[in-house]
């Protein structure tokens, strides 16, 4: 995990986490659901691990599908109508996502379980900061965490919650509202550039 200082709080009152990549390992589990859902949508499309470590520069799924049609040597009218489809690729990937996860195939990373747990012990509040969907947040917290994790989170904000993508601060604002609680109130945890600089942006300790 990043940490990636902002300036020293207080002491906190909510940590908020990143999902994908900081709880878990998330991406080979969500690339391999991608092309899951190509396979089933009929269409030629496989992503190479190199390619996308390159589509994840651009956050949110659906906004990499829509890099990753319009990086594709076709005309407009094929371009509009993949376009399209991709909601409905969206829905169709998550399926196969959320299938991984409650197989067991994504663990937490080490340590934070342990984090979690002192956290809770501590009274502190917890709360999720991500552009994945609540779907595929609540798979991952029930099946790693036991069935009733989803609920110890006081804010979970999530997927389409945020019209801008990291690393606009948006979905970070959006769970601290939730929170009814100030930047420097909270602590933000995160595992990539894109992801620590929408922290800052909305004036959290990283």
């Not at 690339?31 to 009929?42: C, S, V, Y």
Request: positive net charge; contains cysteine.
């Amino acid at each position: 995990m990043d940490t990636h200082l902002r300036s020293s709080p207080g002491r906190p009152r909510a940590l908020i986490f990143d999902v994908d990549g900081t709880l878990a390992d998330t991406e080979e589990a969500h690339r391999l659901a991608f092309n899951d859902a190509f396979a089933e949508q009929g269409l030629p499309w496989r992503w190479s691990r190199e390619r996308y470590g390159v589509l994840l520069r651009t956050t949110g799924g659906k906004e990499r599908l829509g890099a990753y049609i319009d990086s594709l040597d076709i005309g407009p009218e094929r371009r509009e109508a993949l376009r399209a489809r991709i909601p409905e690729l969206h829905r169709c990937k998550t399926a196969h996502y959320t299938r991984r996860i409650r197989a067991g195939a994504v663990p937490l990373r080490p340590g934070v379980r342990r984090l979690v747990d002192a956290a809770r012990a501590a009274g502190l509040r917890l709360a999720i900061a991500s552009t994945t969907t609540l779907e595929n947040i609540e798979a991952l917290l029930a099946i790693t965490l036991g069935a009733d994790a989803p609920g110890w989170f006081a804010a979970i904000a999530a997927g389409d919650d945020a019209p801008r993508k990291k690393p606009a601060p948006d979905i970070y604002e959006i769970a601290l509202s939730r929170l009814s609680l100030a930047p420097d109130g909270a602590v933000a945890f995160e595992d990539s550039a894109l992801g620590v600089a929408a922290a800052k942006a909305a004036g959290l300790f990283t």
